[in-house]
């Protein structure tokens, strides 16, 4: 029996690098997952990868309330129920705080916080109503740990998730809702296709291992987390990162 049999999870931004690889990951051991993604390119990828009908793309921004709503409603709908919420949507758009015009500070916190809070408000609200628990991982960073010069907008993001994180895992923990988040290092998706070469080629340096991150890595610890394995572990912020904080 694989660990995901008969289990039902949502990945926010599950069409393109960390979510991708866990979305696949998720199928490769039995659940059925629902990818809420705002781009055509994910709908595509999704739509591709299902194969056995385990698989449901629902388009949606995670900023906007309804449409989390909608992503919900839907995957029940299909699959009967929610198990598994992996909160993971996010963007890098960040500069010195004297560059980061209002607009694109409010864009990377809608996105990368409270996109966060609307997943997880949802996801509880259901898990609660079906009365026999879940579990939701939330995407932070190493930057929820560690500052970065010019990390302004995405930093502060990261720093909220981890906190939401712990008090939604204070909060829900009695009704069987363990909820987590983890803390990536530098990983090597399209997200760092924001970044100029120079810039990758420092970050690599960063991590004592030497490389980035593979997708496929942090996806084996979302799965972990998000199943019973993990049974015991509360409102942790899981460090994934070749050794980048431990220097
Ligand atoms: N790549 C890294 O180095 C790294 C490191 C630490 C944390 N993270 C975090 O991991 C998460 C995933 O990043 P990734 O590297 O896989 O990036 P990615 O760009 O490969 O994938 C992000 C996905 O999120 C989707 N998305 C973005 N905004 C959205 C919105 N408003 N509504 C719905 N979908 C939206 C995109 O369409 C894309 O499919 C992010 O939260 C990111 O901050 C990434």
Known sequence: MARFDGKVAIVTGGGSGIGLATTKQFLSEGAKVAVGDFSDK????????????????????????????????????????????????????????????????QRTIDINLTGVYLADKYAVEQMLKQGNGGSIVNTGSIHSLVAMPSITAYGAAKGGVKILTQTLAATYAKQGIRVN????GYIDTPL??????????????????GRLGKPEEIAKAVAFLASDDASFIVGDTMVIDGGYTSV
Request: proline share 3%; net charge negative; glycine share 4%.
């Open 192 to 209: 760092l296709n924001a970044v100029n070469p120079g810039l990758k080629e420092r970050l690599t340096k960063l991590h004592p291992l």
């Open 181 to 184: 988040a983890i803390a990536p």
């Open 42 to 105: 994910a709908q595509e990828v999704i739509e591709a990868l299902n194969t056995d009908d385990n698989a449901l793309f629902v388009k949606t921004d995670v900023t906007n309330e309804d449409q989390i709503k909608n992503l919900i409603q839907k995957t029940v709908e299909k699959f009967g129920k929610l198990d598994i919420m992996f909160a993971n949507a996010g963007i890098l758009n960040d500069g010195d705080i004297t560059d980061l015009e209002l607009n694109r500070w």
